[in-house]
DNA sequence: AGGAGAAACTATAACGTTATAGATTCTTCT
DNA sequence: AGAAGAATCTATAACGTTATAGTTTCTCCT
């Protein structure tokens, strides 16, 4: 319990139980250069002494430094798999920094940037982190213009430019192709994530590229991806499955989508790992428990958000520097 | 774009625009009984056209007040399934309100108080959420005795006075019973959920009273909870089948329990629907894709963090009204 | 006419912090 | 000895908001 008064100490506490002025204690925790040596510690001393904690609304309307850093969130139908990795990744890695982490959402059927704006106008955030990223992001172009900090979860056109954290899906496409070619499957199709996100490229671009090279039939399916309903991609791959028979190979962009696509494959009698051989992606190793022929390369969606809440926090205090990037290259479970 | 200064609205912007003092354009804004009926139509118009916004620093600075609202999140081992659920709907719930959602992690194996003790001695939020409930929770304690608003996700001993949002466990628990039961089984276990957590009790007088008044014999399982690693429920689960033959059903807490057990009886070759019988908990309809024999009931975390936020709100704007409370049954799917 | 009282505004100060300019003391150099 | 300069501190003001205590103007009553 706090001597003093009860009340929460302050500066001007310490200014007090020191002698010295408000401003010089200020400067003394700040460590700046025209502030004695022993005077710093003796402050220093004090501060921790009591439990001094700086006030934030104090500070911020001083400075304009809000010492937040929002997430901003996609939430239309179903959540994603890993946002909740993501959010508390995140929120861990800032724990021990001076950084909060708010969490802003907003409905991507209409326009993502409202909440870009709001809070480059407001100023309620120091850095941004956002999702879903297309490859010409208008949001990117807004934050780029005004230099506001931010971090992706994906890579855009600009990729050069602004700091990122990408999982290759590149990669991940070739490794999937791959996999589904040494299983024997001659005819390979792709549920595709949404075509507007970057990530859905560099998919396709691997597993296309793959699939050239080894000959084998590749085709994507139109009018679906990854993140529609689960009964939507159900519905679709059983009526897609029976249109196409010769289809042996199924990559999935996700692990809800691979579900789903079992699902629908096998209301229509195909049997997965024989009839149909499916190559999905996971944040937590889960697939081959839903069924075992299903091959899947894992996503480390924990190493993502600690690294954008680094690549943040780089963003705000070293603009400076060269924007932290991070590609993490797929690798097959097991 | 703005017209006047490049610089953003305040009420000394409106002030000048209008004549009034500053004073009385915040009065105006708030509307307060001692300002014109006209002159709040003008301050007004102005102010939205102008696109004035409060500064959440000043306003925090000078009444204290944050407009935050913390979600208070364990994160250990692996998140919890319905996480992202959670922190989503909470998030949207708040978007159109003045209120930001921030996310406190905090690690449940060191002290759970840490985090609360910290927002309210900083006063850095204005209501908490808290999640994985105790029963006698030092947390609940502590922020009732200093009449901090909280809600809880989950119930305590202390339930008829503070605001909570719960799904009935207990419910659940005959339910899962009962239908375990229906199916035949004549052995049933449970995984529980962690036993300092609340829920866990309510489960378990559920399943133990409905099973009681069918004669049925019913164990729980020691040493392990639903919230252990998946591995250690795979090994736990098929290291006690092997040595209880005669048990043939099993209920699980969560998703990721019920999977991670159907793993363990697998390996130890039970058949699900057939040898062993096994109910579950989920958020989204899933475990009957998994294996199309286990049966599940349904929690509806959407709703939880609707309702969870409303009543943080609610605890904030009107502590004299009595604590909003919800309890949700629990219903058999299909 | 004089005063009470209501209605509608303004002046001042304060929340906690920090940037800026200025003050004081002490060295050091010529 | 006197001046220049370094080292270390203080005074003032400002960020945007709102609570409190005025002030002014007008109406109404006797």
Redesign the pocket.
Known sequence: MPSRTD?????????ELS????????????D?????????ARVREIASRIG????????R????KTNVISLVLGTDNEVTDHTGQLVSSIARTLRDTRYHMIVTPYSPEKDPMIPVRYIVETGSADALILNRIEVADPRIDYLMKRSFPFVTYGRSKWREQHPYFDFDNGSFGRIAAVELARRGCQHITLLSPPIEQNYAHDMTFGARSALEELGITFEILQGISGDDPGEEIQAYVAQYLTEHTQCDGLICPSTTAAIAAVVGAERVNRVIGTDLHVFGKEAIPFLRHFRPAIGAAREDVRQAGEFLAKAAIQAIEQPGLPPRQNLVGAVLED
């Open positions: 009340k929460k100490p302050t500066l001007r506490t310490i200014s002698g010295l002025a408000v401003p010089t204690v200020s400067r003394a925790l700040n700046a250069p025209d502030i004695g040596q022993d005077t710093k001094y904690v700086p006030n934030r609304a104090g500070v309307l001083r400075t304009g």
